[in-house]
């Protein structure tokens, strides 16, 4: 009787191994599925909807500060038409970026970023990008600066709520002009107006100082880091309320 039942026993106990083995490797699998499918969502909604950049210079004072972490919604200009008063993220139009300079990165620290960008949680090519108020739309006349130091669109004088000007100082350009802008183009400006290497400043160059639509990455929506500096950042409609409604090249 003991014979006959020992090798029912270990039978069970046989056919009980595998089935655990294969249960560790299911949780496994499924692990590394959801790690998998959790890096290509964050990868397509960086691609194509939303992502981190950093603000690399002084340009967007006080609006934005140096280290500034923010979130930009991709869906503007190719789904969302570009407004005036919003703040865009841009690819160098022509030379308006400094000659890159290649900073020694260590290994891994250079890996991590390189994953952490892809997706989009580290924005390791904010260096590349600027980053600036849209003042004028394709048909705009922009002109600076009326007899009350302001800037004028279409006529209508800007009172401008978001600049820095330097102490006594009124006048919210340095040097006066007026242009068009042209059919597809933007022209844009920092908050720091008088620290800001932005279209008025660029304005003799090949470029004209106008930025191509097609170089807009997207809309800066909102201040993420650091945690006390969290806001949504405006387009102050209320300035840019009776300059007309422009065309934004789509």
Same mark, same amino acid.
């Given at each position: 009787m003991t014979s006959e039942v020992q090798p029912a026993v270990a039978d069970g106990a046989d056919s009980r191994r595998p089935r655990n083995g294969r249960g560790w490797k299911i949780f496994l699998r499924d692990i590394l599925l959801i790690f998998l499918a959790a890096l290509l969502i964050s990868f397509l909604i960086k691609t194509f909807l939303i992502r981190s950049f950093y603000i690399p210079s002084d340009s967007m004072n006080s609006t934005l500060i140096q280290q500034d972490r923010i979130i930009v919604n991709q869906l503007e200009p190719g789904l969302i038409p570009i407004e005036h008063g919003d703040v865009v993220v841009f690819r160098d139009p022509g030379n308006w970026l400094p000659p890159k300079v290649d900073v020694p990165v260590n290994g891994f620290v250079g890996a991590v970023d390189a994953v952490l960008g892809f997706v989009g949680l580290s924005a390791p090519d904010s260096n590349d990008h600027l980053i600036k108020r849209v003042i004028g739309l394709p048909g705009d006349t922009v002109r600076c600066c009326n007899d009350f130091g302001q800037i004028t669109?279409?006529?209508?004088?800007?009172?401008? *709520? /978001?600049?820095?000007? *330097?102490?006594?100082?009124? !006048?919210?350009?340095?040097?006066?002009?007026?242009?068009?802008? *042209?059919?597809? !183009?933007?022209?844009?400006?920092?908050?720091?107006? /008088?620290n800001s290497a932005d279209s008025a400043y660029h304005r003799d160059d090949p470029t004209g100082g106008f930025v191509p639509i097609s170089n807009i990455v997207g809309r800066a929506l909102l201040i993420s880091w650091p945690v006390d500096r969290w806001t949504w950042l405006d387009n102050y409609p209320v300035t840019f309320r009776d300059v007309g409604s422009g065309t934004s090249g789509q």
């Open positions: 669109v279409n006529g209508i004088p800007l009172e401008e *709520p /978001y600049i820095l000007l *330097p102490d006594g100082v009124s !006048k919210a350009t340095r040097d006066d002009w007026e242009v068009t802008v *042209p059919e597809d !183009k933007l022209w844009v400006m920092g908050d720091n107006r /008088y």
